[in-house]
């Protein structure tokens, strides 16, 4: 007997039936994996928060000065920002800006940013700066948009270096009045709502203006004039302070090159016997304001912060992920593509949000122990084997870890580096105040505290003694162990191409 044939409305509903499967099973499926996403994050935050850790972005945004005692809204710093950000921090639409406004803290100590080679001096290197090699340079220039000013005959090279810097002077006079300001806090936009746009143009020209003031602190000690050379290295010393609150990774990486920036003319005027006591005690007393180890602590805490609203971002614009990836530009994303990302599920960005934030809570966070005034090495590996291990395999959810921390690890070698520079720099600075005493080198660290330092700074790597010696001549060697944690007998690392590698070797002034 031949079976009847089944109906069009049967098919029908088998077919609706399977699509409502269907249906159901992706429902579940987005239904789980966002409860699951939501519930190890809100269960992880929530067990930091019951340690003391915060994560809401007020924990780290600095508080509100006083416009008139505010150097970052003074007239000239105003304009290393003011034509993309106004007075209240709020950015300027790049239609609207004044293509004619003038940044008058653009400062450059070449033309087109093109140095010569080796035209600064290395203190780790012990290399002097040889003002020759700008003296030459600056007389080539004449021809060029961005001359500086030359004398018709060569003078010193001091004092032709001198002369074509001079063109920054009334911008250099300006910034010394204004950072005689008590506070500083430049106004940027911390409540926008993608934190990875937050503009910080002023950052570049601090630095700038930071390796004027070096090449100009140098040709003033060459030229025999030290305390115009002390003024402009405690201008620059100033400027490492005028972003200190700021609450971003960058600002304290570029304060950190900064003060590199400042030590060369401390380093030069020392080698050379140049400073005075009174300007010797009044350089210590100002690196002596210098603790990148709670700074560490706020910019690795602002970080994990801002990734948060970096997360809250993404969960409202999943599109926006491939951003993420690109060279720091936005990208215009394909309309596929931006329906895919529209249909992963926020279970997987609390996922990436977990997998970003825990490491740094855990391992990258207690690097710093500001109450023994350490920077373990030890912790940092650890902290970049946990990562590297976290991401050997690529998934759904470890796709923004891999792009956040792998450089965490780097970033708390310079601020390790950047306090032994600090601490290493005023205990030769006492040491130089004992030569001018005595009229030569102490046998030991000990001899110099409390009358030429009130407590010698330790190691920050270990924690030890710093490492001293005593040589011929008057000369010493003066080194902490360095990120390798070994002494390597006051060795500098030297990478292939002979660049100072700060992974290896030891740290020396």
Aim: hydrophobic share 40%; charged share 25%.
């Amino acid at each position: 007997m031949n079976e009847k044939p089944k109906s069009p409305w049967r098919k029908t509903k088998c077919f609706f039936f399977g699509l409502a499967c269907l249906a159901g099973l992706i429902g579940l499926f987005y239904a789980e994996e966002d409860w699951r996403g939501w519930y190890a994050w809100h269960r992880f935050q929530h067990h930091w928060e019951a340690k003391g850790e915060r994560f809401d972005p007020a924990s780290v945004i600095p508080p509100a000065v006083p416009e008139e005692q505010n150097f970052a809204l003074t007239p000239i710093v105003f304009t290393s920002y003011g034509n993309m950000l106004t007075r209240e921090g709020k950015e300027i639409p790049p239609k609207d800006r004044d293509t004619n406004f003038v940044n008058r803290l653009k400062m450059a100590v070449a033309a087109n940013g093109k140095s010569p080679s080796n035209g600064i001096g290395n203190r780790q290197k012990s290399t002097l700066t040889d003002l020759k090699v700008w003296q030459q340079y600056y007389r080539a220039q004449t021809e060029t948009a961005d001359a500086f000013p030359v004398a018709l005959q060569p003078q010193s090279p001091a004092a032709d270096v001198l002369l074509a810097l001079s063109k920054y002077d009334s911008a250099i006079k300006e910034v010394r009045q204004a950072r005689q300001l008590p506070d500083s806090r430049f106004p940027l936009e911390y409540d926008k709502e993608d934190p990875w746009a937050i503009l910080l143009p002023h950052l570049a020209a601090l630095k700038g203006c930071s390796q004027v003031l070096q090449l100009r602190a140098i040709a003033e000690l060459q030229n025999g004039q030290s305390e115009q050379a002390l003024d402009d290295v405690m201008l620059i010393l100033r400027l490492t302070d005028s972003i200190r609150t700021e609450p971003f990774l960058i600002s304290h990486l570029v304060r950190i090159a900064i003060l590199q920036i400042a030590l060369q003319p401390v380093w030069e005027g020392l080698a050379r016997h140049q400073w005075s006591d009174a300007q010797l005690i009044e350089l210590e007393r100002e690196l002596a304001g210098l603790d990148f180890l709670p700074d560490y602590k706020l910019a690795m805490h602002s970080e994990l912060v801002f990734q948060g609203s970096m997360f809250d971002y993404l969960r409202r614009h999943p599109e926006q992920f491939p951003n993420m990836f690109s060279d720091g530009n936005s990208v215009k994303t394909p309309l596929l593509a931006r329906i895919i990302w529209r249909l992963i599920p926020s279970g997987w960005i609390y996922q990436n949000q977990l997998r970003c934030a825990r490491p740094m809570v855990e391992l990258y966070l207690p690097v710093a122990d500001v109450s023994q005034g350490i920077i373990s090495p030890a912790a940092a590996h650890r902290g970049d084997a946990r990562v590297e291990a976290d991401t050997k395999h690529r998934n759904p959810y470890n796709l923004a870890e891999k792009l956040f921390l792998p450089a965490l690890g780097n970033a708390a070698r310079k601020f390790a580096s950047g306090q032994s520079s600090a601490d290493l720099a005023r205990v030769a600075i006492a040491l130089e105040r004992y030569r001018l005493a005595h009229g030569t080198c102490p046998e030991s660290l000990d001899a110099l505290a409390p009358q030429f330092i009130a407590k010698l700074p330790h190691d920050v790597i270990n924690g030890q003694p710093l490492h001293y010696r005593p040589e011929p001549g008057g000369q010493f060697v003066l080194y902490s162990v360095g990120w390798n944690e070994k002494d390597d007998d006051g060795e500098v690392g030297l990478g292939k191409n002979g660049n100072v590698d700060i992974n290896n070797g030891d740290w020396v002034w």
